[in-house]
């Protein structure tokens, strides 16, 4: 499966950076731009760049999108070089992706607190069944699926504002 949340991929590399690319992170970066080919440790192509921002270097793999560390990408004959085989990275991020989606899941429990997207208090999870993540908020309860949490740390965040959920459970809209 293809992620195209770049969040998540920037999480996977910021938080947990595997430790063969660790390892490389001591080489000097190499330039590289959207469309060039990353090769990986075996020669053969890891994937190609989609993006380049802010000292990271996003890379298609083909099967998932890796926001990498710039400083993550070495030179070889044959062009940019990650430390790691394709099959490596893919199964870095499936195994890193798991574990996030374990503690993810672990985290949506009844009684745990729930912070908006600018990191203000939500509410507290009331429930969670088939039915979504039940939140109750100071305004009143609402529904959200889980896939709209993520973990910023040990915080449990909600993919919404506070003043938007309770503008909305109010009856009114919130302008901005």
Request: glycine share 10%.
């Amino acid at each position: 499966m293809k992620f195209s949340n770049m969040a998540l991929a920037a999480a996977l590399a910021f938080a947990a950076t595997p430790a063969a690319l660790m390892a490389q992170a001591a080489a000097p970066a190499v330039a590289v731009a959207a469309g060039t080919t990353i090769y990986g440790s075996d020669g053969q192509p890891v994937g190609t760049v989609t993006a380049v921002s802010d000292g990271t270097v996003t890379i298609d793999t083909g099967a998932h999108t890796a926001a990498l560390p710039a400083n993550a990408i070495g030179k070889t004959d044959k062009g940019p070089t990650v430390g790691l085989t394709k099959a490596e990275l893919d199964s870095q991020i499936e195994q890193m992706t798991a574990d996030q989606t374990a503690k993810l899941t672990a985290a949506l429990v009844a009684g745990a607190a729930v912070a908006d997207v600018d990191g203000a208090a939500l509410g507290t999870i009331k429930s969670v069944d088939e039915n979504g993540v039940v939140v109750e908020s100071a305004s009143g309860a609402f529904t959200l699926k889980p896939e709209h949490f993520s973990l910023q740390g040990d915080k449990l965040t909600a993919a919404v504002r506070a003043a938007d959920v309770a503008a909305q459970l109010s009856g009114g809209s919130k302008e901005g």
